[in-house]
């Protein structure tokens, strides 16, 4: 069974400041990986995956992510964080080649602050 | 393209009543998933669609809980009856093709249920 795990449930950054958010997953294969953000009163969007290829994926917004399979590891970051990025963001994966569900961590709400 | 859209955006119903939760997913996505994440917690799956079959049910926690997908376009979901756990937000997305084999969904506002 696969598991996601998001350390830290509340971030906090300044302005500028850089944005780090952690994603640990569990899998007996290595799966594909996902971060979605959630703004308020929207759906969840994609914000950037990982499937085969580059370990270092970009993705919307500025935000890039890389993929350690040694230490099963999945981080976002940006290195210059802006207000409009407050919302929460989720880390989620699924099984390589299959339509079928995504597994998500618990999220991890960003404040940024003036 | 129209995203995939949910209704009612809140519900709030007393213990025992029964809720009928609708998603329509984006034009032409044969997969269609349901998705629940009670207050604090991480969102977790229910059921997965492929046209108007249920491929997965494997999240559904109860049998209080039923889902359709007539004619594999809209979706919905009954809750009946409900009970104080039932409370949280639905989330519906909706996937196609080799995206959807890539995992990549794409996830509608959500329906707050508040069950009192």
């Known amino acids: 069974a696969q598991s996601v795990t998001q350390l830290g449930s509340h971030v906090s950054v300044s302005e500028g400041a850089l944005v780090l958010l952690r994603c640990n997953y569990s899998?007996?294969?290595?799966?594909?990986l996902f971060w979605y953000v959630q703004y308020p009163n929207q759906g969840l969007q994609l914000l950037l995956k990982?499937?085969?290829?580059?370990?270092l994926v970009k993705g919307i917004n500025g935000f890039e992510a890389e993929f350690k399979k040694s230490e099963t590891s999945f981080h976002l970051t940006k290195p210059s964080a802006h207000m409009s990025d407050a919302a929460e963001y989720f880390c989620?994966?699924?099984?390589?080649?299959?339509?079928?569900?995504?597994?998500f961590g618990s999220g991890t709400q960003l404040t940024v602050l003036p | 393209e129209a995203g995939v859209t949910q209704f009612p955006s809140h519900s709030v119903i007393e213990k025992g009543q029964t809720v009928t939760l609708r998603c329509d997913p984006i034009?032409?996505?044969?997969?269609l998933y349901w998705y629940r994440r009670v207050m604090g917690k991480e969102i977790k799956f229910l059921l997965h669609?492929?046209?108007?079959?249920?491929?997965?049910e494997s999240g559904m926690p109860n049998n209080r809980f039923l889902a359709e997908r007539t004619g594999g376009t809209y979706s919905t979901l009954k809750v009946q009856p409900a009970e104080l756990e039932d409370s949280g937000v639905y989330f519906c997305?909706?996937?196609?093709?080799?995206?959807?084999?890539?995992?990549?969904?794409?996830f509608g506002p959500g329906t707050r249920l508040t069950v009192l």
């Open positions: 997305a909706s996937s196609q093709g080799r995206a959807g084999l890539r995992g990549e969904q794409f």
């Open positions: 899998s007996s294969v290595p799966p594909y």
């Open positions: 990982y499937t085969t290829g580059a370990t």
């Open positions: 989620a994966v699924s099984d390589p080649g299959s339509a079928r569900q995504l597994t």
């Open positions: 034009s032409g996505h044969d997969n």
């Open positions: 669609f492929v046209k108007e079959s249920k491929q997965d």
